[in-house]
């Protein structure tokens, strides 16, 4: 009787794939950084007010992974970036595999900057290298406190958290402070910042990580 480890034998795949593109993008000096969060926690509206104040630093690209429709990387794209859409068909996050494709459309010498917008889940998209130097992930207060226990991969995975519409906080029961206690509880080193795509608070924070991040791993 043979076993056959479908699972497995996919994640390695993608474990080589992605260590390609991680190589392929340092090579060329672009970095990388992976939004993920569940559906409508606010990652396209945070690319929408990120890109306008980094646009004149850094040249910057975006990769957008939706299951249907071009809607997001229209909204992005109206900004004056180069964006290019992935459709996955159903299947629930990227992979290396559509991102490598990707990569090689791409003139990167040309590139400071990539952002890789994630479909929209808080399980599948954590389990998938995609060889980006950072993953990056979005809670919104409207989703409630008790995420970080109930995806703990989302968090143990991502090195930055940002909370999201912090204009909410009066109308939500969301405890904070909790959810950056669970959060911490389970990946001592993640970072924390608290903003609002719609107002503005937080995003010069946000700013400020980004051009740190990109200072530190041209340095490296």
């Not at 004056?80 to 459309?105: E, F, S, W």
């Not at 970080?148 to 958290?161: C, I, V």
Request: glycine share 6%; with cysteine.
């Amino acid at each position: 009787m043979h076993e056959v480890h479908v699972g497995e034998d996919l994640r390695e795949r993608n474990r080589e794939i992605a260590g390609e593109n991680r190589e392929l993008l340092r090579k060329h000096g672009v970095v990388s950084l992976n939004l993920m969060s569940a559906p409508g926690a606010g990652k396209t509206s945070l690319l929408l007010r990120t890109i306008p104040l980094l646009k004149e630093k850094f040249r910057i690209c975006v990769i957008e992974g939706d299951i249907q429709t071009r809607r997001d990387a229209e909204r992005v794209g109206a900004l004056g970036i180069r964006v290019y859409q992935i459709q996955t068909g159903g299947v629930c996050h990227l992979d290396a595999a559509m991102v490598h494709t990707v990569l090689h459309q791409l003139d990167l010498d040309s590139i400071d900057l990539l952002f890789i917008e994630n479909v929209g889940n808080l399980v599948c998209p954590a389990e998938f290298d995609l060889g980006e130097d950072s993953r990056v992930m979005l809670l919104s207060v409207s989703e409630g406190d008790d995420k970080p226990k109930k995806y703990p991969l989302m968090f143990l995975e991502s090195r930055l958290l940002i909370l999201n519409k912090l204009d909410l906080l009066p109308h939500v029961e969301f405890d904070a402070d909790k959810a950056k206690a669970e959060a911490r509880d389970l990946n001592p080193y993640i970072e924390i910042l608290e903003i609002s795509c719609k107002t503005g608070e937080g995003i010069q924070n946000w700013i400020t990580w980004i051009e740190n991040f990109y200072k530190n791993r041209e340095v490296s």
